[in-house]
T-cell receptor, first 114, second 114 residues
Framework: GENVEQHPSTLSVQEGDSAVIKCTYS??????FPWYKQELGKGPQLIID?????GEKKDQRIAVTLNKTAKHFSLHITETQPEDSAVYFC?????????????FGKGTTLSVSS | NAGVTQTPKFQVLKTGQSMTLQCAQD?????MSWYRQDPGMGLRLIHY???????DQGEVPNGYNVSRSTTEDFPLRLLSAAPSQTSVYFC?????????????FGPGTRLTVL
């Protein structure tokens, strides 16, 4: 079955710096790769996603890149702010069933200090 | 719309007791999933459903049962609770048939098994 590895597990940056979180997946059939942000005591919320037919997607300060050949994808946050502090999860679809259910990485705790 | 709702918010059980975690969504989503979240482990898929009457196993299905008799509800049953099932449980729904791949998560149920 699908396996998703996520690195680093913790990341500390200064306000205004960039943050990069990387994930690899094992199932070449996976075709949907979302990123979720989770704040303390709440459920995960989608911040950006990418389909396997796209190499890069950007939404203001957040961008995601996908390398299908290498089976890895990354989250880039530029101009980080204290409110970006949270736990971030990458995920991959179960095979080519985009939107059905997800296999998650173990998460990255991002701390942005002012 | 209330979105995805989960009850109860908190529950304490004794080993061997049974209970049902409730999940409901009012978005007319076909797909629903259950995940558990443990510290340092990310979210792990327990069971998922692609429509009424159809369910499938995820990464960690043992000790849990599900059924899907209506589009709106997807209850998760613990037949004989064990301390290893102490976790935070999240339910999610999506509607990929309409191009909506995003999984919408409920607020979670925190379960403690003594």
């Amino acid at each position: 079955g699908e396996n998703v590895e996520q690195h680093p597990s913790t990341l500390s940056v200064q306000e205004g710096d960039s943050a990069v979180i990387k994930c690899t997946y094992s199932d070449s059939a996976s075709n949907y790769f979302p990123w979720y942000k989770q704040e303390l005591g709440k459920g995960p919320q989608l911040i950006i996603d990418i389909r396997s037919n796209v190499g890069e997607k950007k939404d203001q300060r957040i961008a995601v890149t996908l390398n299908k050949t290498a089976k890895h994808f990354s989250l880039h946050i530029t101009e980080t702010q204290p409110e970006d502090s949270a736990v971030y999860f990458c995920a991959a679809s179960i095979g080519n069933q985009a939107g059905t259910a997800l296999i998650f990485g173990k998460g990255t705790t991002l701390s942005v200090s002012s | 719309n209330a979105g995805v709702t989960q009850t109860p918010k908190f529950q304490v059980l004794k080993t061997g007791q049974s209970m049902t975690l409730q999940c409901a969504q009012d978005m007319n989503h076909e797909y629903m999933s259950w995940y558990r979240q443990d510290p340092g482990m990310g979210l792990r898929l327990i069971h998922y459903s692609v429509g009424a009457g159809i369910t499938d196993q995820g990464e960690v299905p043992n000790g849990y049962n599900v059924s899907r008799s209506t589009t709106e509800d997807f209850p998760l049953r613990l037949l004989s609770a064990a301390p290893s099932q102490t976790s935070v449980y999240f339910c999610a729904s999506s509607q990929p048939l309409a191009g909506g791949y995003e999984q919408f998560f409920g607020p979670g149920t925190r379960l403690t098994v003594l």
